[in-house]
């Protein structure tokens, strides 16, 4: 068992249950190889000024990470992701930033946690470290379970599927089962389907078209759709990434408007007004 000790004073979560709500999490990669923006941010001062911009600009959570989750990617050392990404939560938390640590690292989540995150968010669900499980049910933060199906150098070769849908929505059940067996709260999981992980261009479209498949089960679902590549306009896969923030706006407007709870996002200023746009948009529906 991993023991994290006391955390220092720290900002609470953001409430994922907060009905008609569409939480917006920026996005902060301490890496030098994200797909994105691989190296922009590897220096500490230079990642805590862009995580306060991410909340000036309308984030309700920064997620950091240290570790590149891009197709083909390989592990880094666990010494070297702590190097990475604790100096970083602890200077923003401290300054009041809600922080999320992305990693699928036991032993990474515990240390965040400790230093001032308020989220674990783990791209592999839990099955990428066996010791997972019983931190989270220990730590009783937000944990966000994403559907992937192994390592990110592996992906790609296994994204079949019989019905992409009810297959991931059954694999995260399954996730699902074994947090709670092992003694995670239920309300503190947020479910993610994991666009891009172990998914194809249309497995990803056919995911965000059943969404309501996946709300269905009753947990808070997060859109993780930001800058991927199955956005990329037509004729222009070979584009910068950054040239896909319009339409992972629209994506996070249509998240929100279809009852999503979060999304997560690189450039915060577009999402966080196209949510706003939406869930207003449906509350006078509603009416």
Request: glycine content about 10%; aromatic content about 4%.
């Amino acid at each position: 068992m991993l023991r994290v000790g006391t955390a220092p004073q720290r900002r609470a979560a953001p409430d994922f249950h907060a009905p008609g709500e569409c939480l917006v999490m920026g996005i902060l990669n301490v890496t030098p190889d994200s797909f994105s923006d691989g190296g922009a941010y590897s220096e500490v001062d230079r990642a805590v000024a862009r995580g306060r911009l991410l909340v000036a600009e309308g984030a309700d959570i920064v997620d950091v990470g240290g570790e590149s989750t891009r197709p083909g990617a390989g592990r880094v050392p666990v010494e070297e992701e702590l190097a990475r990404v604790l100096p970083v939560v602890r200077e923003l938390a401290a300054g009041g930033v809600p922080v999320s640590i992305d990693t699928s690292r036991a032993a990474v989540a515990a240390a965040a946690v400790v230093a001032g995150a308020v989220v674990v968010n783990d791209v592999t669900g839990g099955l990428g470290d066996p010791r997972m499980a019983a931190l989270v049910a220990e730590i009783a933060v937000p944990y966000v379970v994403t559907h992937s199906r192994g390592p990110s150098v592996h992906m790609d070769r296994r994204a079949v599927y019989a019905d992409v849908v009810a297959d991931v929505r059954c694999e995260l059940l399954m996730r699902v089962e074994t947090l709670t067996g092992a003694g995670v709260s239920p309300d503190r999981l947020v479910l993610d389907p994991g666009l891009g992980f172990a998914k194809t261009a249309d497995h990803n479209w056919a995911l965000l078209g059943g969404l309501d498949s996946l709300l269905s089960l009753g947990f808070p679902v997060l859109i993780g759709a930001s800058r991927k590549r199955f956005l990329a306009a037509p004729g222009r896969p070979d584009a910068p990434a950054a040239s896909r923030d319009d339409a992972t706006a629209v994506i996070s407007g249509l998240a929100a408007a279809a009852g999503a709870t979060c999304v997560r996002v690189h450039d915060v200023r577009r999402s966080r007004e196209a949510t706003r746009v939406a869930r207003a948009w449906t509350r006078a529906r509603q009416h």
